[in-house]
């Protein structure tokens, strides 16, 4: 079935239609995780030694963009040890009591997975604080001049602490992981991995110049690049034809994604520096207005993408495009005075 509402290239989950895709993709173990060897070699070694020494892994920061594999990760770290998971979010621990209640309720050996984890309320951090480091809280009883704090003693637990944004964790919190992974865009080659790993659990016929067609759409990261892919599925289902390259080609074009993997939006933002500003510098907020868009989804989702591939860079005069996005929107820059094919 496909999702309306879902925008294809942004990383972030999209709804429970979505979720409940990527549970039945998602590698259940190290080994089935494609990519990050650095962080798989990392993991693999801390899990390892834990077990060979019979007690909980350290704690675990995840840091990295939406999409890449965190949540995934955490739920290999309880599977490969055969350790009950807990998952819970910053956004929903909202106060110290909420936190005190997940944590008194682990069971020896629990991995608590905390999406999210920069957006929990500070009061709750710092109860996390004296949990991480000797697995004891201490609970307020009473009120005013009477309160008492009595000290709960908890069963030892991994945390797994997943973060898009780690500068804005406090470093006492930071400090206490015992391990901080930090997960990278994915390569064409890893991406191929994946998306050939999904088309086989889905029992889809796709050949590998497709696969590498969506591979190079997919902005570098796995959600998008399954998102795509079933995209593509549908669009063989229905025109009753293989998933091969042309069905690829027309499946993104009716979605609006193109060879690198930009969309509507992005393609607006880019056009607008360079048609109404000159290729800038343009600065954000008329940026926004131009393309009828908040300040903040243009900076939060649009820019990182465009600056990464090299299409946009950020100054402190405002927003530049660069030569390359001048040709990939086949446009002349005023600057060049060349034919668009010197440029
Ligand atoms: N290394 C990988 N190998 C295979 N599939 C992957 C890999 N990483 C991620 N995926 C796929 O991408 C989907 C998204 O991954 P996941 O939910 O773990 O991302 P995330 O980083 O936790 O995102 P968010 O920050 O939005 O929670 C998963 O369902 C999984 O199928």
Redesign the pocket.
């Known amino acids: 079935m496909s999702d309306p509402g879902v925008d294809l290239t942004n990383?972030?989950?999209a709804n429970e239609a979505e979720l409940a895709f990527?549970?039945a993709?998602?590698?259940r173990s190290l080994g089935e995780?494609?990519?990050?060897a650095r962080v798989r070699g990392q993991l693999q070694l801390l899990l390892t030694a834990a077990q060979m020494q019979q007690r909980t892994p350290d704690h675990i920061l995840l840091a990295?963009p939406?999409?890449?594999?965190?949540?995934?990760?955490a739920m290999i770290v309880a599977h490969e040890g055969g350790r009950p998971l807990r998952m819970s979010s910053g956004p929903a621990i909202q106060h110290a009591g909420d936190l005190a209640a997940i944590l008194s309720s682990l069971v020896p050996g629990e991995v608590l997975f905390i999406?999210e984890i920069h957006r929990m309320a500070r009061s709750a951090e710092e109860m996390l604080y004296l949990a991480m480091e000797d697995f004891r809280i201490d609970i307020m009883v009473g009120k005013g001049a009477g309160a008492t704090s009595v000290p709960l003693d908890l069963a030892p637990f991994t945390l797994v602490g997943?973060t898009?944004r780690s500068g804005l964790l406090p470093n006492p919190l930071r400090d206490r992981f015992g391990f901080t992974a930090h997960?990278e865009f994915y390569g064409e080659d890893e991406l191929r991995e994946?998306l050939g790993?999904?088309a086989r659990m889905l029992g889809l016929d796709v050949d590998g110049e497709a696969l590498a067609e969506i591979a190079g759409r997919c902005r570098g990261t796995?959600?998008i690049a399954?998102r795509l892919l079933r995209r593509v599925r549908d669009y063989a289902l229905v025109h009753g034809g293989r998933a091969d390259l042309d069905a690829v080609r027309a499946a993104l074009e009716l979605y609006d994604v193109d060879e690198l993997g930009l969309d509507r939006l992005d393609r607006a933002v880019i056009e607008a520096i360079l048609t109404r500003f000159g290729g800038g510098p343009v600065g954000l907020n008329t940026l926004a207005v131009s393309v009828g868009e908040e300040a903040e989804t243009i900076e939060s989702v649009v820019e990182p993408f465009l600056v990464r591939i090299g299409l946009l860079t950020r100054t402190p005069r405002g927003r530049v495009a660069s030569p390359e996005a001048w040709r990939h929107l086949g446009l002349r820059s005023p600057a060049s005075g060349l034919p668009l094919d010197d440029l």
């Not at 939406?66 to 990760?73: A, Q, R, V």
């Open positions: 990383p972030e989950l990527e549970g993709l998602r590698p995780f494609v990519g990050q990295g939406p999409g890449l594999g965190k949540t995934t990760l999406d997943a898009t997960l994946v790993r999904a796995p959600r399954n």
